[in-house]
């Protein structure tokens, strides 16, 4: 199975500050990742799919990029609605493999 | 518009039979996989397994010797059926069609099931 490393687990910002989470595959998943936000008690709603491309909705302050293994996703000018938690997935491989979750918060 | 929604019961004991049904609108059985995905209380997101649009199954090896997934396209509903239930299996399950249009992924989720395994 493709293990998925995601980090940081938590993070602090402030309003109109810029996160970047980071994701790295435990082998080449081919640019075969999407991102998710999770709000407490829904489910996960894709960001964005095949590391860069913005799903319809997605706001343009999200971002994807990577290539290989390793892969990232930023938030530029965080708002009070970005709350949340924020998955990785692999789809490259079955099974489907999913990072571990960043969870959001604001100063 | 796509939709899916899970239902079932929301309390299993110990050792019997989860089933859960995804029953799905917007979009064909016959077009899409669906996909089932499991969240442990204030945990992360495990996928357990897929019906693909050409009625082919695939399961997390993990869960493979429990678990079994089928579907009635004319219901346009898919199974999911978990057996030896145990307190670990409690959690949120969703079902998501995975688009493999357009570089793939599962997009659309259903709003997920509590279920709780307890006595």
């Known amino acids: 199975d493709i293990q998925m490393t995601q980090s940081p687990p938590s993070l602090s910002a402030s309003l109109g500050d810029k996160v970047t989470i980071t994701c790295q595959a435990s082998?080449?998943?081919?640019?075969?990742i999407a991102w998710y936000q999770q709000k407490p008690g829904k489910a996960p709603r894709l960001l964005i799919r095949y590391t860069s491309t913005l799903e319809s909705g997605t706001p343009s302050r999200f971002s994807g990029s990577g290539s290989g293994r390793d892969y990232s996703f930023s938030i530029s000018n965080v708002e009070s609605e970005d709350i949340a938690s924020y998955y990785c997935l692999q789809y490259d491989n079955l099974p489907l493999t999913f990072g571990s979750g960043t969870k959001l918060e604001i100063k | 518009q796509v939709q899916l929604t899970e239902s079932g019961p929301g309390l299993v004991h110990p050792s019997e039979t989860l089933s859960l049904t995804c029953t799905v609108s917007g979009f064909s059985l016959t077009g899409y996989s669906v996909y089932w995905v499991r969240q442990p209380s204030g945990k992360g997101l495990e996928w357990m397994g897929r019906m693909r649009y050409n009625g082919d199954t695939s399961y997390n090896s993990a869960l493979k010797s429990r678990l079994s997934i089928s579907r009635d396209t004319s219901k346009n509903q898919v199974f999911l059926k978990m057996n030896s239930l145990q307190t670990d299996d409690t959690g949120t399950y969703y079902c998501?069609?995975?688009?493999?249009?357009?570089?793939?992924?599962?997009?659309?989720w259903g709003q997920g099931v509590m279920v709780t395994v307890s006595s």
């Open positions: 998501t069609r995975y688009n493999r249009y357009n570089s793939g992924s599962p997009d659309y």
């Open positions: 082998q080449n998943i081919n640019k075969y």
